[in-house]
């Protein structure tokens, strides 16, 4: 005799089932609101019922739960396409009412009606529906309050719009609690939007100095390998690069603080901008396979359902791109950092989110192979914290010793070692880097020697162009008969010690490096001004502003160039884009692995609720 799955209290709630029984339905391409799933009568038909029992054995489901939500779908299609048909011979649209009722319970209905009546009239229709006083109703529809005067067709009403009442009746505490309620939901989503916006200004600030300059002195944007080594970038690609980097970047920010919401609004930004970057680029980096996985992290934090199937493509993204960038069996990064257990959680991360997404489409065996998979990186991956805390103790921040336990399989003496080696070898790269810049800029000084200038007032015009050799030609030819300080004569601010990584974060936002290492000893180390400087600049600080004297007043009481309000509001955003800019190459990799396990925990509890229902 064949039984069915009981009901488990450890299975999955209802609307995760009814998003199963969804896919199940679209992959089978199964019309519920056509024979023979529903009778001539429009009633559910037996087979309606076989069909849930399929299901529910299918998805070790209790199979009340699946066929109540076979009817719901089922009914839920039949009066789309009712209103629909509706609309379509009468003009009659169907509008959908949500309100609270006195009894303090959500509750929905639906009431049709001509879009050429006014909402005074609608509102009076919703008030004999609900038992509501029409006086103390107002009607809402996509954030904004209805009109009384106007029509619904002029305020955008259509057929199966979504209309939220609002009561402000029964008692004053009452109608104050609910506008509370919609006035924050308003207030929040006003300002998400208000802050990307603001960052994508600040974003667009710092990309606008590359179009004031001569691109072919600062032909690339660095950014870096596995190894820390820079990567050229071509200028034309540059803005949009920087863009879509500057937005992750504020996404990954607001991930970390637990705010998902915020985030997933950057990084879709972020997401539409790296669509502009070339496809060659995007396989040399890993950058745009971590947004994929982080935009479908914030999907499943968010319980967006509804995106499972734009979830999924974004998934078999991620791992083209990583199979590219690391290799398909991760050979190239292992030849490149002879170590690949960091990266690894990525692939951690992409194994459990492919679990996720075929759990949702009722595909439990190969979810539980996934689960499987997680599990076993999720125990190779995690790090004992107070090998952590040791680590700490010898000089190292937390984000080092994570990342070189995990590198070294929780070692902590390898750990150590690991740890100074990529000091080292980040150091030596970072040395190579300024050899070849004095370098190229012994070669620039030697030209303009060779056309009959001084090495002395060469070197000087040369470093006062910020390494730009025509604009060094231009002084020369100008300042003829002006005298260059010697550098002993020069001010506090050459001889300032700026560290090479103040340098490589400033450089970081497509600043030239020299550029950046000048900018920074003008104004003494001070990052937000150095960089704002260079934005209204060009890129390069012009000759007076260099030979003037350093200020040392606050970044608020400076003046760079123009003291108007618009100059001051644009520091404030750059303040605000560099802030969320990390120092270390390999932070988006430090993962606690503490959100991951939680995943793994609930949905392997799920797979065997519904396993055991069946036993």
């Not at 951690?348 to 679990?355: D, F, I, K």
Request: proline share 3%; glycine share 4%.
């Amino acid at each position: 005799m064949m039984s069915f799955p009981r009901m488990s209290t450890d299975g999955p709630p209802e609307n995760v089932v009814q998003d199963q029984v969804r896919s199940l339905l679209e992959n089978e391409k199964v019309k519920l609101w056509e024979p023979p799933y529903t009778a001539e009568n429009k009633d559910a038909s037996p087979e309606l019922k076989i069909l849930g029992e399929k299901y529910a054995l299918q998805l070790c489901i209790d199979l009340s739960m699946v066929e109540n939500v076979l009817e719901n779908l089922r009914c839920n299609s039949l009066q789309g396409i009712n209103a629909k048909k509706t609309f379509e011979d009468t003009g009659l649209a169907t509008i959908r009412i949500h309100y609270t009722s006195h009894a303090k319970r959500k509750e929905k209905t639906k009431l049709t009606t001509k879009l050429n009546i006014s909402a005074k009239d609608l509102r009076a229709e919703i008030a004999k529906l609900t038992g509501m006083n029409e006086q103390h109703v107002k009607l809402i529809m996509n954030s904004k309050v209805l009109k009384m005067d106007r029509s619904l067709a002029e305020q955008n009403v259509k057929n199966n719009s979504i209309i939220m009442v609002m009561q402000i009746t029964l008692t004053e505490e009452e109608a104050k609690e609910q506008e509370t309620i919609y006035q924050a939901e308003m207030k929040e989503w006003d300002e998400r939007k208000a802050k990307i916006s603001r960052t994508r200004k600040g974003a667009e600030i710092l990309a606008q100095h590359g179009e004031n300059t001569d691109l072919s002195n600062i032909p690339y944007l660095e950014i870096a390998d596995q190894k820390g080594r820079p990567i050229p970038i071509p200028a034309v690609e540059k803005k949009a690069l920087l863009l879509a980097m500057t937005l992750h970047e504020k996404g990954r920010a607001f991930m970390k603080k637990k705010d998902y919401a915020s985030a997933l609004l950057y990084l879709l930004d972020s997401d539409e901008e790296f669509g502009k970057c070339g496809s060659e680029l995007l396989n040399t980096v890993d950058n745009y396979a971590v947004l994929q996985l982080e935009i479908v992290w914030c999907y499943l934090q968010l319980e967006q359902l509804d995106c499972l199937r734009d979830a999924e493509e974004r998934l078999k993204r991620a791992q083209t791109r990583l199979n590219k960038c690391y290799g398909e069996n991760l050979e190239r990064l292992y030849n490149l950092k002879g170590n690949t257990a960091n990266e690894q959680v990525l692939y951690l991360r992409l194994r459990l989110l492919q679990g996720v997404v075929l759990y949702h489409k009722g595909k439990l065996d190969q979810t539980k192979n996934h689960l499987n998979e997680a599990e076993t990186l999720l125990g190779k991956l995690s790090v004992d914290d107070k090998k952590v805390v040791q680590l700490m103790s010898l000089g190292f921040t937390a984000q080092e010793a994570r990342l070189g336990l995990r590198a070294c399989n929780d070692d902590i003496d390898f750990a150590a070692s690991h740890i100074y080696h990529r000091r080292e070898e980040k150091a030596e790269i970072r040395r190579k880097e300024k050899a070849e810049r004095k370098r190229k800029k012994q070669e620039a000084v030697n030209s303009l020697v060779a056309m009959g200038y001084s090495e002395k007032a060469a070197a000087k015009a040369f470093r006062s162009a910020n390494n730009n050799l025509e604009r060094a030609i231009e002084i020369l030819q100008c300042s003829r008969e002006q005298g260059y300080m010697d550098d002993e004569e020069a001010g506090p601010s050459n001889r300032v010690e700026i560290s090479e990584e103040t340098v490589n974060q400033v450089a970081f936002l497509g600043f030239d490096h020299s550029a950046a290492e000048i900018a920074l000893r003008r104004f003494n180390g001070n990052i937000e001004r150095a960089v704002q400087a260079l934005i209204d600049h060009g890129g390069y600080l012009p000759s007076s502003l260099l030979n003037s004297p350093p200020s040392s007043t606050s970044p608020e009481d400076m003046d760079v160039d123009d003291p108007s309000e618009e100059k001051q509001r644009e520091r404030e955003i750059v303040e605000e884009v560099l802030a969320d800019i990390p120092e270390h190459e390999e932070d988006y990799l430090d993962m606690t692995l503490e959100e991951e396990r939680e995943v793994v925990i609930k949905y392997k509890t799920w797979l065997q609720g519904s396993h055991q229902s069946t036993s």
